[in-house]
Nanobody, 120 residues
């Protein structure tokens, strides 16, 4: 069984910063791309940032220059991905979900989500 556990969400004022973390653990023999998605009330879930196993990244246009995704891969089967979010705006408020592609079958796994609220 594979688990993704997010942390780091919370309430922040506009212009502030948060760092989200996601740890993947369990029966992981190989892990591919990892990413962060978000879903605001009444909106579809969207990809925020994505990082391949080789470290290549891409971002949705609205966060470019403000968010940075990074990851750690360790031989003990724990995989960690971060999302550093700077200059947060009200429109960044959402539930943020971690995603990982695991194993040769490329199975998608999701975390439970962490709430990010941007408000003064």
């Amino acid at each position: 069984q594979v688990q993704l556990v997010e942390s780091g969400g919370g309430l922040v004022q506009p212009g502030g910063s948060l760092r989200l973390s996601c740890v993947a653990s369990g029966r992981i023999f190989s892990i591919g791309a990892m990413g962060w998605y978000r879903q605001a009330p009444g909106k579809q879930r969207e990809l925020v940032a994505h990082i391949t196993s080789g470290g290549n990244t891409n971002y949705v246009d609205s966060v470019k220059g403000r968010f940075t995704i990074s990851r750690i891969s360790r031989a003990n089967a724990r995989r960690t991905v971060y999302l550093q979010m700077n200059s947060l705006k009200a429109e960044d408020a959402a539930v943020y979900y971690c995603n990982a592609i695991v194993g040769h079958a490329n199975i998608n796994f999701w975390g439970q989500g962490t709430q990010v609220t941007v408000s003064s």
